[in-house]
């Protein structure tokens, strides 16, 4: 067990790799090893980290020995892999966030969705082009307020999910945020289903969700969705809370055109940066 700046490492020898689950609550993290026996009677803190209140194992049965961490904060994120014999567990702690300026310091990925794919809206305005306008003026807003920002595209050449997902783990971004606007599939009646919606995957985002909910319906008024769970490729990364917006919707004829109008831009981007500084002011200790 090692406690460095921002993340706590947990390191178990193993024999051999085996089978493993991560089971994460709101200020408890447990690892299930299947297949594992243990001989632990001693465990190492470390030098004293006040992010781990308390370390207990057990061994449920012959073969599945469980490790308990409670912690002190919820944690930012996680990661879990094999290294040389051993399994590492490394927990993500909170940054130290300012909450007069939560937003200063912090480094922060937007992905404009599309291309590939993406929706067409009733006068061919490309979903692609809007999620990109709207990135680039959310980033000014963010870097106004000292956050360091990086866009996963940059123009119109097509970039997959997975190297979307990577360059933020890569980066250390503290929030991934993927920026939609929606359609529907043939077949609903888009005239009765259009609306605000924002997906998470993992609880770790669920508080990131709603505040970004809340941000993009004060700022344009659109009817409310609500927010979803959803398994989607940018809501799963779990080393940092990840979210997907859809803000309006491409095939409304005036929120086609409101994506086109430089004010509505500003107004929708303007909901995503409320609710980003929301959530981080709500996590500052
Ligand atoms: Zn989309």
Not at 221 to 250: C, Q
Not at 254 to 283: I, M, S, T, W, Y
Request: proline share 8%.
């Amino acid at each position: 067990m090692n406690g460095q700046p921002e993340r706590l490492e947990v390191r178990i020898s193993l024999g051999h790799p085996v089978p493993y689950a991560v089971e994460v609550e709101e200020r408890r993290f447990s690892l299930l090893l299947y297949g594992a026996y243990s001989d632990t009677n001693w465990l190492r803190y470390g030098p004293e980290d006040p992010f781990l209140s308390a370390v207990r194992w057990e061994q449920v049965a012959s073969d599945l020995y469980v490790l308990h961490l409670d912690l002190a904060a919820p944690a930012w994120g996680y990661r879990v892999g094999f290294e040389r014999g051993a399994l590492i567990l490394e927990v993500r702690k909170p940054p130290a966030i300012d909450p007069q300026r939560p937003l200063r310091g912090r480094t922060i990925v937007l992905d404009p969705g599309h291309p590939p794919g993406g929706a067409i809206g009733p006068t061919r305005l490309y979903e692609g082009d809007a999620n990109l306008a709207l990135a680039f003026r959310l980033k000014r807003l963010l870097e106004r307020e000292g956050a360091t920002v990086y866009l996963t595209r940059a123009d119109r050449r097509p970039v997959g999910l997975y190297e979307r997902t990577v360059r933020a783990e890569l980066l250390d971004a503290e929030i991934l945020l993927s920026i939609h606007n929606n359609a529907l599939p043939d077949g609903v009646n888009p005239f009765e289903n259009h609306g605000t919606s924002v997906y998470y995957f993992h609880p770790h985002s669920l508080d990131l969700a709603r505040s970004l909910q809340r941000g993009l319906l004060a700022a344009m008024g659109l009817r409310d969705l609500g927010i979803g769970r959803a398994s989607l490729a940018l809501a799963r990364p779990i080393w940092m809370p990840a979210v997907l917006t859809e803000g309006a919707f491409m095939m409304i004829p005036d929120q086609e055109a409101g994506l086109r109008n430089p004010v509505f831009l500003e107004a929708h981007a303007g909901g995503l940066l409320e609710g980003l500084r929301d959530f981080l002011k709500g996590r500052a200790q």
